[in-house]
């Protein structure tokens, strides 16, 4: 791809949207979610300052799996001018997803995984969501799908997306619910390493970015409450109020650039 135009693209994560009228730790996930798609449609629109192809939402649709929750965030995403991709975090319920969104791409086993082709390389979107736990999943069939993948278009660049992160934060109470078994991961992934450009996750709640056996990732805040920063040895997990965000991505042939844009921040814009 040509380096003099980037291929941009949006990162959304953890909406935890509430059914209509409740509220969650204070805050109103709805109303916030709103706000982003108001904004994105401001900046990202194809005629806009910085044109998105497409945006990805990484799971915690909904904060309990609510049936009202669903048709709802169909209602919040529907101004978006460009194509949305939806996966499920561990908060989710997938049938119900599946009803509110029957048009979403699933796996021969339902399970909520896709792949497709853009100017920057191949997105494949994996579904970690597994009922009874908090953690994340990838059963052999779900590996057996991203493997399959992999093979179809092996000189073609990677981009990997899916909820729960392969890596460690430090934050205990996260890291015991982060993706279970990443060396199964791993063993699918490492004959493809040189090609596989970015792993993109939600989960965190944090701005959080670094390398995985070598290969980029990078999260950031969701769209309602947030993860604090907390190292400690606890066992409850810390919460904050920091500012919502999204992100942009750019890709170039020898660059992928990620902008956390915090768009409830209101402050002085000036010329430096």
């Known amino acids: ?12 994560t953890d909406p935890h949207l509430v059914p209509p009228g409740q509220r969650l730790y204070g805050l109103d996930p709805a109303a916030r ?4 798609v108001a904004d994105i449609v401001r900046r990202h629109a194809p005629d806009g300052p910085a044109p998105a192809a497409f945006a990805l939402v990484t799971g915690d649709l909904a904060h309990d799996g609510w049936e009202e929750s669903y048709p709802l965030l169909r209602e919040i995403l529907a101004p978006l001018p460009m194509p949305v991709h939806l996966l499920l975090g561990n908060h989710d319920h997938r049938a119900l997803f599946r009803a509110a969104f029957p ?15 853009t100017p920057a390389g191949r997105f494949l979107l994996l579904d970690t969501h597994e009922p009874g736990t908090a953690a994340g999943v990838l059963c052999a069939r779900r590996l057996d799908w991203l493997a399959e993948r992999l093979a179809e278009e092996p000189q073609a660049p990677v981009f990997l997306a899916l909820h729960h992160p392969p890596a460690r934060s430090g934050i205990a109470g996260m890291d015991r619910i982060r993706l279970r078994d990443p ?19 939600g989960h965190l709640h944090r701005p ?3 390398s995985w056996r070598g290969i980029p990732f990078s999260s950031l805040r969701g769209t309602s409450h947030q993860v604090a920063l907390d190292l400690g040895a606890r066992t409850t997990v810390p919460g904050s109020h920091e500012p919502p965000a999204y992100a942009l991505v750019r890709v170039s042939g020898e660059e992928v650039v990620v902008h956390t844009h915090d768009f409830l921040d209101t402050t002085a814009r000036f010329d430096l």
């Open 208 to 210: 959080f970015a670094g």
């Open 1 to 12: 791809m040509s380096t003099s135009q980037p291929f941009g693209f949006l990162h959304l």
């Open 33 to 36: 979610l709103r706000a982003a």
């Open 103 to 117: 048009e979403a791409p699933a796996d021969a086993h339902g399970f909520v995984q896709s792949a497709f082709a």
């Open 183 to 201: 060396e199964a991961l791993w063993a699918v992934l490492a004959p493809h390493r040189a090609r596989i450009r970015h792993i993109l996750h």
